[in-house]
Structure formats: C-alpha cells, structure tokens
Nanobody, 127 residues
Framework: QLQLVESGGGLVPAGGSLRLSCIAS????????TAWFRQAPGKEREFVAA????????YYADSVKGRFTSSRDNAKTTVVLQMSSLKAEDTAAYYC????????????????????WGKGTLVTVSS
C-alpha cells in the first residue's frame, strides 16, 4: 500500500555532491517518518539519516553530519538526501525507508525493522 522509489544514484568524484530522492506513492492512511540507510559490499547495513513527517526534525549518523542533509517537500511525497563532500567510504547502496515510529536520538540503535523499504540506488564515489 506504500511504495518507495529511490533515484539519483550514480558515479561521482570524491569531494563532489549528489542528490538522492525518495518518492512515496500508494494509499497512505497514516503519517510516517522517513529514514535513509546504506550498505556497502561486504558490510552491515547502517543508518544514515532520518526526517519526521513534518520535516521539522532530522537526525544524522555521526559519519555524515555536516555533509548530508535530508529534507521533505511540502506535499510530503518526496524526501531528499543531499550529499556533499563525498568520500570514497560513502560508496554504498542507499535505501529509503518509511516508518510509523520515530526513534529520536536512537536511530543508530534500531534493528532496522522499518514498515516499508525502497529497492535502493547505488552511489559510487571515485577518487
């Protein structure tokens, strides 16, 4: 009943910027929050960023603070992850997820049992 589609991934030079979008569609009967996760080959999935339904509150992993910014449009259908000062270690498959619960400052400790997941978009940072 809720579909999430990520876009914007690709190849980008180190130090460059990339803008990822997560577009939600389908029947939405409840408000939800959106989070971004990433998974590099051979590594565990990790939390990146989260934003509330209103867009008024965000939370970021320490590894991306000051470099990544998440925002939500006025229609509440699209969440953007603006990535700047990209590093080689940012290379990963990036996934957006929708969740009814907000975890405050505990996002880095959740078990990633989100209500909905997108299929992901690949980001490759080259040097």
């Amino acid at each position: 009943q809720l579909q999430l589609v990520e876009s914007g991934g690709g190849l980008v030079p180190a130090g460059g910027s990339l803008r990822l979008s997560c577009i939600a569609s389908g029947q939405i009967s409840m408000t939800y929050h959106t989070a971004w996760f990433r998974q590099a080959p051979g590594k565990e999935r990790e939390f990146v960023a989260a934003i509330t339904w209103s867009g008024g509150t965000t939370y970021y992993a320490d590894s991306v603070k000051g470099r990544f910014t998440s925002s939500r449009d006025n229609a509440k259908t699209t969440v953007v992850l603006q990535m700047s000062s990209l590093k080689a270690e940012d290379t990963a498959a990036y996934y957006c997820a929708a969740n009814y619960a907000w975890y405050g400052s505990r996002w880095t400790r959740v078990d990633y049992d989100m209500n909905y997941w997108g299929k992901g978009t690949l980001v490759t940072v080259s040097s």
